[in-house]
């Protein structure tokens, strides 16, 4: 079955501890990315990657790392969380040659406390 | 950088009626524009998109139309059921991949 897989679903945390949600797709997509999804705010994206060792800034970049060294896997990565980094957190990904569906993951909701 | 604006931000229907949420945005060079449809506690999905060189396409009950010269587009949900009740997300994008920038949601409830 094609899916994008984010783990884990659920995460609290305290500030300060660095912590990875994983993000795995099986469809061979090239392009994958971060969003964050706050009430009234929609969705906005962290970063991009348009293929292995190739990533880029989104929207709102700041306190957060990615990398790209296999295309199937694009973890995001919080050195020091703050509570302001609380949030509902989607992995997408898509083939990226123009403009096509992007494919969602679960979604994992963060707490930092 | 684009800034896209939906509204309604919240949006209750009588079964059966239609529902319209529109988005403008501020990029000229924006050329793709989705719509996500996200239930609650679930991942969004696409339910229709349009290119810019089209104005208007549909499938089943819904529609979307473009309106270029006014930088507005706009979701149309015709004979809503109960199962349309969801958050709908527009976005807008430029060029190649998928750096899609989301309006903040529009909230519908079809009311039985």
């Known amino acids: 079955e094609a899916q994008v897989t984010q783990n884990p679903r659920y995460l609290i945390t305290v500030t300060g501890k660095k912590l990875t949600v994983t993000c795995s797709q099986n469809?061979?997509?090239?392009?994958m990315s971060w969003y964050r999804q706050d009430p009234g705010l929609g969705l906005r994206q962290i970063y991009y990657?348009?293929?292995?060792?190739?990533?880029d800034k989104g929207d709102v970049p700041e306190g957060y790392k990615v990398s790209r060294k296999e295309k199937r896997n694009f973890p995001l990565i919080l050195e020091s969380p703050s509570p302001n980094q609380t949030s509902l957190y989607f992995c997408?990904?898509?083939?990226?040659?123009?403009?096509?569906?992007?494919?969602f993951g679960q979604g994992t909701r963060l707490t930092v406390v | 950088g684009e800034n896209v604006e939906q509204h309604p931000s919240t949006l209750s229907v009588q079964e059966g009626d239609s529902a319209v949420i529109k988005c403008t945005y501020s990029?000229?060079?924006?050329?793709?524009f989705p719509w996500y449809k996200q239930e609650l506690g679930k991942r969004p999905q696409l339910i229709i998109d349009?290119?810019?060189?089209?104005g208007e396409k549909k499938d089943q009950r819904i529609a979307v139309t473009l309106n270029k010269t006014a930088k507005h587009f706009s979701l149309h949900i015709t004979e809503t059921q109960p199962e349309d009740s969801a958050v709908y997300f527009c976005?807008?994008?430029?060029?190649?991949?998928?750096?899609?920038?989301f309006g903040p949601g529009t909230r519908l409830s079809v009311l039985p």
């Open positions: 976005a807008a994008s430029i060029g190649y991949g998928q750096n899609f920038v």
């Open positions: 990029d000229s060079a924006s050329n793709y």
């Open positions: 997408a990904s898509g083939l990226g040659q123009g403009n096509t569906e992007a494919f």
């Open positions: 469809m061979n997509h090239e392009y």
């Open positions: 990657s348009m293929n292995v060792e190739v990533t």
């Open positions: 349009i290119r810019s060189n089209v």
